[in-house]
């Protein structure tokens, strides 16, 4: 389970160059609420874009930045996933993404899209759409469970239950026969 402990960001959308730390240790659970234009998404935005690199909106990289100061933008996010403590570390003008696994730094060796699915896939085992669809019950983007289309749900529950699910192709209209025996393949929906 990931316990999320702190969250801070600067320069990031409409917040200046100073960090603004948010938290999340004295609640089992956290409700965000508060007026128009008080910073609600803009939390999710930066937790969103300290975990995955993307803004829970939808907002294009560039546009994340500061608009006044144009650099240093960055989010951060410290959590622990049973003993171990993670601190992810990403940033804009100059770009940046740092993974620290109690206290060192991850080797940065891969790429910046195989250093994210290490993230997903060995660290959080979930992906942005899962991450979004069950952590962060935002009302703009949160589609009910059961609204889901049909590969949505499945896609949400094997990354929840961490499975790869076996299913024929019959079940989606192009089946194969091949000695009268349906042709089933392993497959692991695309994200």
């Known amino acids: 389970m990931i316990i999320f402990k702190t969250l801070s960001w600067k320069n990031f959308l409409s917040t200046g160059n100073y960090k603004t730390t948010l938290d999340l240790t004295r609640n089992n659970n956290t409700l965000i609420s508060g007026d128009n234009g008080a910073g609600k998404s803009t ?3 930066a937790l969103c ?9 939808g907002i294009k990289l560039p546009l994340l930045t500061n608009s006044i100061n144009e650099k240093e933008c960055e ?10 403590e993670y ?3 990403r940033g ?14 991850l080797n940065q060796d891969a790429k910046s899209r195989d ?26 983007n949160y589609i009910p469970f059961m609204k889901l289309n049909a590969s949505d749900r499945r896609a949400v529950v094997e990354n929840l239950l961490d499975i790869d699910v076996f299913f024929c192709d019959e079940f989606f209209g192009t089946s194969k026969i091949s000695n009268g025996r349906s042709i089933c393949k392993r497959h692991r929906p695309q994200n």
């Open 49 to 57: 874009f300290s975990l995955f690199g993307k803004s829970f909106r």
């Open 87 to 89: 601190k992810v570390v």
């Open 43 to 45: 939390i999710l935005d």
């Open 115 to 140: 250093y994210q699915k290490i993230l997903e896939e060995q660290i959080l085992k979930m992906t942005f759409k899962s991450f979004c669809q069950v952590v962060i019950l935002g009302s703009s």
């Open 92 to 105: 804009l003008k100059p770009k940046k993404f740092e993974i620290h696994k109690n206290g060192d730094l």
């Open 75 to 84: 989010a951060e996010i410290e959590f622990s996933i049973g003993r171990d």
